[in-house]
């Protein structure tokens, strides 16, 4: 039982290990970016940003749809599969969440509804809930984006949010079909 779950631990941590350095490099770039004059730099910090954000969502979704493969074409159990979906889409959020946070620092009008003034880690956490409503396409409406900077990463995420749902149904009935026969 023990030797099961350790397996299955060391299939996930080297199905996501990619996915998690993309995450750990988002960090040093936001702490880098607080060097740099935002209001002199902010052109070319935001075009950054987008092309960095873009590059990511590349790697994440060419990523996945490698990842998810090798799942099914091995045979892996479903709950497997939905794990690894669920990490997936954890990432996405997070990576996005700073994203956003990253621009919230370039443009401080970015957002409407989201509070400057308070500390990082609840701003971190309303851009969170905020990557996680445009991920869900729920939209509430209470922190919305306003920059031209902010929408193109929006628009960037609901299209990943699009690409890596579609993937996923299309894998699970995939792997239902492959069950019945």
């Known amino acids: 039982m ?47 940003m987008i092309v960095f954000s873009i590059l990511k969502v590349y790697v994440f979704i060419s990523k996945t749809l490698k990842k998810m493969e090798i799942l099914t074409r091995n045979n892996h159990k479903m709950k497997h599969i939905l794990l690894f979906s669920i990490v997936i889409i954890f990432f996405i959020n997070i990576s996005f969440t700073l994203d956003y946070l990253c621009v919230s620092e370039i443009y401080k009008d970015s957002f409407v509804g ?20 445009t991920f869900t396409t729920v939209g509430y409406g209470d922190i919305f984006p306003f920059g031209k900077t902010v929408k193109i990463l929006t628009i960037l995420e609901m299209a990943t949010a699009f690409i890596t749902i579609v993937f996923i149904i299309s894998r699970y009935t995939r792997y239902e079909r492959n069950e019945k026969e």
């Open 2 to 48: 023990i030797k099961k779950i350790q397996n299955r631990l060391i299939t996930l941590s080297n199905l996501t290990k990619e996915f998690f350095v993309l995450i750990l490099l988002s960090v040093p770039i936001f702490v880098v970016m607080s060097y740099f004059d935002h209001t002199e730099n902010q052109l070319v910090l935001a075009t950054f």
């Open 114 to 133: 989201l509070n400057l003034n308070q500390p990082l880690f609840l701003k971190f956490f309303d851009l969170l809930y905020f990557s996680i409503v």
